[in-house]
């Protein structure tokens, strides 16, 4: 296709003004001439609506192709965001049922503690084991907290990327 051309619009007289390089002028108005003006105007008009036309199509065309890959990147975050989500709810129910294993040994532990202290409470190797499995419960329970504050930090970091 050819460059499309400005051309302004007819004058009070019904003619056409165009550029000095296209058309000569000419002091003679005769009927042919200006006939044969107005088919290049309506062509050049044709044309451009021909152009115009095709441009709106292409235009939309581009939009469909356009929402259809939108739509198709949203599927696939939600899709995404879908799998780590399922992700980290398991991991938080594993955490959970781990913190209840472990809030459940540690109470089994003090208790037997209490229990050993309550029982023999004139024995003094007595206090001593019964201090020695308080200490271990302890560590245990240091253990336990290091490793939740781990896996909360394992989480955020998770998020974070």
Known sequence: ??????????????????????????????????????LTVEQRFT???????????????????LRDRLGQRLDRLEEKFRYE???????????????????????????HAVDRVESRQGSPSDV???????IAALAATRTHLDGLAQAVADKRDGLAS
């Open 1 to 38: 296709m050819s460059k499309i051309s400005p051309f302004s619009a007819p004058n009070k007289a019904g003619n056409v003004a165009f550029p000095s390089s296209r058309v000569p002028r000419n002091n003679a108005s005769d009927d042919g001439e200006q006939e044969t003006i107005k």
């Open 47 to 65: 044309e451009m609506e021909a152009r115009m036309s095709v441009l709106e199509t292409a235009i939309l065309e581009h939009a469909v192709i």
């Open 85 to 111: 989500a399922d992700g980290i709810r398991r991991a938080l129910q594993d955490e959970s049922k781990d913190r209840h294993a472990k809030i459940i040994q540690l109470t089994e532990s003090f208790t």
């Open 128 to 134: 001593s084991a019964t201090l020695q499995d308080l």
